[in-house]
């Protein structure tokens, strides 16, 4: 009768056991499902702010248009008032001024002097022309994007940012360095694709994003071509690893053509 009893209530501990769990699991999922509903609100806005930043840019330029085309009408008006005013005053000068001048006095015959050749002035085309300085080029940025219904987090992701050569540092993001040395210059950066683009280390087991922004600032680097060469590989990495796919920006498609305009301008620029 004891063993009876005994066996009724470990298969009552067990069913309270798998009961717990079971809620454990039931809300870890709730917690997940509520953390990428507010990620793809978040995405959704920036998304809403673009599209508005696009729009007054458009509205800027005609107004623009309209303001610039009204002023150069009125500068060439007074541009042909004021050549009429020129002529009306030469030919007033001419009326007034109808005597014929003197003839001058005849002066004395002088030797011929002997003609000194004169050297011809150098041609345009002789003139080197000077190579016009251009303003070296603004940020490059890559984007990789997480796949369909999944995101970037937790350890598994810290572990494959250090294993790829980032490390953590300033403005709570990772960067890489020359030669893997912490200690030498940062080369580019990577963020998170959130608000603030940051990384809490303190809770990156709870930590999730839909995808990860590599930048480089070519105007800080004097082998700005090397870096940019360095920066694709480090990214293309990364997409094998972490399973995204890449982009130009944050939606132009990753191509050799896109990439080879990006290197040419880096080429022309430095």
Known sequence: MESKIR??????????????????????RKQRQSVFKRMDVNL????????????????????????IEPLGNDL???KAQAYENILADQEASVDVDET????????PAQEEMPATPI?????????????????????????LVAPEEKTFGGFSLLQTLLANGFRYGDMKIFHYHEGGDENGRALFSLAAATQNGEFDLSQMARFACKGLVLFMEPKDHDDALTVFDEMIEVSQDLADDLGGSLRIGQNAAWDEAALKVLRDELTLNH
């Open 7 to 28: 066996i009724i209530l470990l298969i009552i501990g067990a069913l309270i056991l798998l009961a717990i769990v079971w809620d454990g699991l039931r809300r870890q």
């Open 44 to 67: 959704d806005a920036h998304e809403e702010d673009d599209e508005l930043a696009r729009n007054n840019q458009t509205v800027q330029e005609v107004h623009i248009e309209n303001i």
């Open 76 to 78: 060439m008006e007074e």
């Open 100 to 107: 014929p001048p003197e003839p001058p006095e005849e002066m």
């Open 119 to 143: 050297e011809e002035a150098p041609s345009v085309e002789a003139i080197p022309a000077q190579k016009e300085t251009q303003p070296k080029q603004a940020m490059i940025m890559f984007t």
